[in-house]
């Protein structure tokens, strides 16, 4: 995993500025998409900035870290990719920018190297697809920090297997 301090890439991934993460390939990501699962992320910030190639969003996520600390914590986090060319999406209602979409994970679907697709799945079945020349992307932890109500968690289908 890449991970980015004030001073050294390659140093802790936490300090006084909280959480920053670079992603340079399909593992990198993979840590990314483990700390933002189940950020909450309104239609409102999502954007495309096709001339500079770039896709963000800004988010509040779960600390899971802290979690297993004892504290339930939210905060302000910041995504973005770079070396985007083309965003497609199914199940948002672009319409509705007060909408609020669950980040379930994100992934790498590996085209002709180094370029694919990076995956943003929300519940609820709506998806981001982001086709990229490469994998280029930076989490940082942008806002405040506050106490959350609640532990996210995912229920198990609990009924029994058909006969």
């Known amino acids: 995993m890449r991970t980015e301090a004030v001073s050294d890439m390659d140093v802790s991934a936490t300090g006084p500025d909280g959480l920053r993460l670079l992603a340079l390939d399909a593992e990198d990501l993979a840590v990314v998409s483990c700390n933002l699962q189940d950020a909450v992320v309104r ?10 190639r770039r896709f963000a969003l800004l988010a509040s996520r779960f600390d899971w870290v802290a979690a297993e600390a004892g504290r339930m914590e939210r ?14 999406s199914t199940g ?16 790498f679907e590996e ?27 930076q989490m940082r932890d942008v806002g405040p920090r506050w106490a959350a109500r609640h532990k996210p968690g995912h229920a198990i289908d609990d009924a029994p297997p058909s006969e």
Do not use: M, Y
């Open 43 to 52: 239609a409102a910030d999502l954007a495309f900035l096709p001339r500079q």
């Open 92 to 107: 948002i209602d672009r319409e509705d920018r007060q909408a609020v979409l669950n980040l379930l994970s994100i992934a």
């Open 75 to 88: 905060c302000r986090a910041g995504l973005h990719f770079d070396s985007v060319v083309k965003v497609s």
């Open 111 to 137: 085209g002709e190297a180094p370029a694919g697709a990076v995956l943003l799945t929300f519940s609820g079945g709506a998806g981001i697809r982001l086709e990229v020349e490469c994998v280029d992307a």
